[in-house]
C-alpha cells in the first residue's frame, strides 16, 4: 500500500514571496507523481508531473517540484507567487499495482493563501 | 474532445430522495471512478470501474451505487439521500498513471 502526507494543511503567504508546499510518500514499488491544484469552486487540474528523468519538473505557471527518492518527497515550490496562485494543492503518488493497473493515492490537501 | 463532463453542477435534496449524478468521458478510458471531497479531509474514493461491467467498492461506498454498461458512462447514484452526503463529487477517467476529473457536483441534503 501506499501512502501521501502532505505536511501542512494551510500556507498563508504574502503576495511576491517565495512558497513551499510539502508532500512526502511511502511506497514499496517506483512510483509516478503529481501536482493537481484546485481553484475555488471549480475541479481539479493537472499542475506537473514526475513519470522519469530529470528530477526537477516545471509548470507553465512558474511552479517546479522536485523528486527526492531518499526523502521520499515532492515538493513544490515556486520563487514569487501571485494572487491568482491561491487554491488548494494535493499532492498524489501512482504506483504500478499489476494487471496493468495503477493505483493513485491523493494526500489531504494544501490551502495556498496568497495574501496582498 | 470533452474530457470528462459531470451533470448537474449543484443539487439539492431532501433526505431520502434519491438521484443519479451523471458522468461520461470521451476519451475512451477504462478506468473510471468517483470521489467526494470534504473539508479538511481531502479526496475520497467512493467507487470505481476498470472496463465496461466491473466495480468495485472504494474507500467510502456506503450509501451510493455504481453500474457501468458502457465505457464512456459511469453514473452515481444515492439510493436515500443523508445530510452525511452533503459533499462535492468528482467523477474522473484514466488510463494508465494520469487522471483527469470532471468540473464537480455540489450536492446538499437538507
Known amino acids: 500500500a501506499q501512502s501521501v502526507t502532505q505536511l501542512d494543511s494551510q500556507v498563508p503567504v504574502f503576495e511576491e514571496a517565495p512558497v513551499e508546499l510539502r508532500c512526502n510518500y511511502s511506497?514499496?514499488?517506483?512510483?509516478?507523481l503529481f501536482w493537481y491544484v484546485q481553484y475555488p469552486n471549480q475541479g481539479l487540474q493537472l499542475l506537473l508531473k514526475?513519470?522519469?528523468?530529470?528530477?526537477l519538473v516545471e509548470s507553465i505557471n512558474g511552479f517546479e517540484a522536485e523528486f527526492n527518492k531518499s526523502q521520499t518527497s515532492f515538493h513544490l515550490r515556486k520563487p514569487s507567487v501571485h494572487i491568482s496562485d491561491t487554491a488548494e494543492y494535493f499532492c498524489?503518488?501512482?504506483?504500478?499495482?499489476?494487471?496493468?493497473?495503477?493505483?493513485?493515492?491523493f494526500g489531504k490537501g494544501t490551502k495556498l493563501s496568497v495574501i496582498p | 474532445n470533452a474530457g470528462v463532463t459531470q451533470t448537474p453542477k449543484f443539487q439539492v435534496l431532501k433526505t431520502g430522495q434519491s438521484m443519479t449524478l451523471q458522468c461520461a468521458q470521451d476519451?475512451?478510458?477504462?478506468?473510471m471512478s468517483w470521489y467526494r471531497q470534504d473539508p479538511g479531509m481531502g479526496l475520497r474514493l467512493i467507487h470505481y470501474?476498470?472496463?465496461?461491467?466491473?466495480?468495485d467498492q472504494g474507500e467510502v461506498p456506503n450509501g451510493y451505487n455504481v453500474s457501468r454498461s458502457t465505457t464512456e458512462d459511469f453514473p452515481l447514484r444515492l439510493l436515500s439521500a443523508a445530510p452525511s452526503q452533503t459533499s462535492v463529487y468528482f467523477c474522473?477517467?484514466?488510463?494508465?498513471?494520469?487522471?483527469?476529473f470532471g468540473p464537480g457536483t455540489r450536492l446538499t441534503v437538507t
Open positions: 476519451m475512451n478510458h477504462e478506468y
Open positions: 498524489a503518488v501512482s504506483a504500478y499495482s499489476g494487471a496493468g493497473s495503477y493505483q493513485l493515492t
Open positions: 474522473a477517467s484514466r488510463r494508465g498513471y494520469e487522471q483527469y
Open positions: 511506497s514499496s514499488v517506483s512510483v509516478y
Open positions: 470501474s476498470v472496463g465496461a461491467g466491473i466495480t
Open positions: 514526475y513519470l522519469s528523468g530529470s528530477t
